[in-house]
């Protein structure tokens, strides 16, 4: 390999001479793009917002290393998907090699954390607060929750992504026991007055003129008790 010259002279029934130059190169090899086998689970991503390639390496046919190829990709794989990529590395004085290498971004999973599960009934809609872990600003993920109750009682509300979106899943704590405890109550007043009467009363003649008296603290406007 390398730059020669050779100088050619005439003989016999000739004379003169000539001088050729001329260079001996190396063979153009071919690159080869090959999977990496030895990166374990390396071809499986999880969501996060930026391009995932697979890993690769990149060699010549005598299984030499290359580390300066210039690489291009097919796609810029971002969102959650099973991809089939093509990767192709080039470089002077060599053949351009390509490889289609599949690969696997998953969904994000998000983290739910349930707050507030204890309320007193006040006549309003009532359910736990659910706060998630960070996801990608840009994807400005919602939570809504359901299953909101009023009366007193026991109950489960659930969670769930406000919308579609395909690079999230939520984890399995998506539900939370929550309880509406009953209004405290007090009378207004402990000593009612009755007018003296000779005649025996019965427990009926007591309470119902008592019952009509009745009132009470921290009732509700609009509620009747019984």
């Not at 996060?48 to 005598?62: A, L």
């Not at 097919?74 to 959650?80: A, F, K």
């Not at 289609?100 to 599960?117: G, R």
């Not at 109750?149 to 998506?174: E, F, H, K, R």
Request: proline share 3%; hydrophobic share 30%.
């Amino acid at each position: 390999i390398g730059s020669y010259s050779e100088t050619i002279t005439g003989t016999g029934n000739y004379t003169g001479t000539v001088t050729v130059s001329y260079d001996i190169i190396q063979k153009s090899m071919k690159l080869i793009v090959e999977e990496d086998n030895n990166t374990g689970n390396q071809q499986r991503f999880t969501y996060d917002g930026t391009v995932k390639y697979p890993s690769y390496i990149v060699k010549d046919e005598n299984d030499n290393i290359i580390t300066d190829a210039t690489i291009t990709y097919s796609e810029n794989p971002v969102n959650s998907a099973l991809y089939n990529l093509t990767i192709t590395a080039s470089k002077e004085g060599y053949e351009s090699g390509s490889k289609n290498i599949q690969f696997f971004i998953e969904k994000a999973t998000i983290t739910l954390s349930w707050s507030n599960n204890t309320f007193t009934y006040d006549k309003t809609s009532h359910h736990p607060t659910v706060s998630h872990s960070e996801t990608v600003a840009s994807d400005n993920v919602s939570i809504s929750v359901s299953g909101g109750q009023v009366n007193a009682g026991t109950y489960t509300a659930t969670a769930a992504l406000s919308q579609s979106y395909n690079n999230y899943v939520l984890d399995s704590n998506s539900s939370c026991t929550f309880t509406i405890a009953p209004r405290p109550i007090t009378l207004a007043k402990s000593l009612y007055n009755l007018n003296y009467s000779s005649s025996v009363r019965t427990w009926a003649q007591i309470i119902s003129p008592i019952a009509s008296l009745l009132t009470f603290n921290n009732v509700i406007s609009g509620d009747t008790l019984n």
